[in-house]
T-cell receptor
Framework: GAVVSQHPSRVICKSGTSVKIECRSL??????MFWYRQFPKQSLMLMAT?????????EQGVEKDKFLINHASLTLSTLTVTSAHPEDSSFYIC??????????????FGPGTRLTVL | GENVEQHPSTLSVQEGDSAVIKCTYS??????FPWYKQELGKRPQLIID?????GEKKDQRIAVTLNKTAKHFSLHITETQPEDSAVYFC???????????FGTGTRLLVSP
């Protein structure tokens, strides 16, 4: 089945620094990837839709200059949290859809990245 | 935009009992409704999904029902086991490639 990986799985950084999270589709090409954020004991909230070769589409309330998304290839999307602050500490999860093999809208999720900003 | 509500927020059952989780959605154009199981610190795992042209779907102990007129869908787990304990999320989306909107989640605890 379709596999999505994320790197790193955990990251701890100091306030004010930037952190890059990678999301890869390992055995399929994903023209669209999604980035979610999940705070403790809460649901997954979509941050942005990442489209290969074009600008990402951000959800209302998500700062595009703070959460930079790059989808430079059909298998890789990156999320960069710039000037991270403690309130950015969260579980970041990406997902991707394999348009060639799934008749439905099934999305395959990465394992997530736990970001802790000190 | 789409809004998905989910109830209950927590559900405690005895092993062997059935568990039912309900969701309602607001966007009549939504046509894909997946259910995910998420264990602590792990990724959501798809357990069952249903499309709008089907009213019910079953996979062993798990079933999902959909009422498009009322815009609600439900997850049914029969013969619950302790390993079913997790957080369950419903979600809804429109046609292919569209974003998923998640419900608020239900923490299911199955006691031996």
């Amino acid at each position: 089945g379709a596999v999505v990986s994320q790197h790193p799985s955990r990251v701890i950084c100091k306030s004010g620094t930037s952190v890059k999270i990678e999301c890869r589709s390992l055995d399929f090409q994903a023209t669209t990837m999604f980035w979610y954020r999940q705070f403790p004991k809460q649901s997954l909230m979509l941050m942005a839709t990442s489209n290969e070769g074009s600008k990402a589409t951000y959800e209302q309330g998500v700062e595009k200059d703070k959460f930079l998304i790059n989808h430079a290839s059909l298998t890789l999307s990156t999320l960069t949290v710039t000037s991270a602050h403690p309130e950015d500490s969260s579980f970041y999860i990406c997902s991707a859809r394999d348009p060639l093999t799934t008749a439905y809208n099934e999305q395959f999720f990465g394992p997530g990245t736990r970001l802790t900003v000190l | 935009g789409e809004n998905v509500e989910q109830h209950p927020s927590t559900l405690s059952v005895q092993e062997g009992d059935s568990a039912v989780i309900k969701c309602t959605y607001s966007d009549s154009a939504s046509n894909y409704f997946p259910w995910y199981k998420q264990e602590l610190g792990k990724r959501p795992q798809l357990i069952i999904d249903i499309r709008s042209n089907v009213g019910e779907k079953k996979d062993q102990r798990i079933a999902v029902t959909l009422n498009k007129t009322a815009k609600h869908f439900s997850l049914h787990i029969t013969e619950t086991q302790p390993e079913d304990s997790a957080v369950y999320f419903c979600a809804a989306s429109r046609t292919a490639g569209q974003k998923l909107v998640f419900g608020t989640g239900t923490r299911l605890l199955v006691s031996p």
